[in-house]
């Protein structure tokens, strides 16, 4: 997953999905608008790639966002937090839709943090080619 800030203050971000099966995977980009960020668009691209995820499927989520994978844990148990604590979190309207289709889709989730820049193969992709997605 790779955001990409424009001058106009949209905020891009991509993933995909990697199988053993011909033809299975998936790409995906798309667009923020209103206050983007960085973090911003790694949490949508989390929530849109677990929206395409089978039922009871294990994901590992590979990511160069520590911010991310710290939000992720940080706000699994939003119900039992204070409004005040709960509105101190980044992205906090779209964590619980991120968590619900957890629930939802029994998912298994893992995170894998990527070092930037380190010769990983699918993050140098797509740190290679976010023009084509502006």
């Given at each position: 997953m790779v955001p990409i800030l424009q001058t106009q203050q949209i905020m891009n971000f991509l993933w995909w999905t990697?199988?053993?099966?011909?033809?299975a995977n998936i790409t995906y980009n798309g667009s923020l608008e209103l206050f983007p960020s960085s973090t911003k668009a790694e949490t949508m691209a989390i929530l849109t790639a677990l929206l395409t995820a089978p039922t009871n499927g294990n994901?590992?989520?590979y990511t160069d966002s520590q911010a991310a994978i710290d939000a992720f844990h940080k706000s699994s148990n939003l119900s039992s937090i204070s409004p005040r604590?709960?509105?101190k979190i980044n992205n906090n309207i779209l964590w619980p839709s991120i968590h619900q289709t957890i629930k939802t889709l029994q998912l298994t989730i893992r995170f894998h943090k990527v070092k930037a820049h380190s010769n990983d193969t699918f993050n140098d992709i797509a740190d290679a080619h976010p023009s084509q997605y502006r």
């Open positions: 990697t199988s053993n099966l011909p033809g994901i590992i989520i604590r709960y509105n």
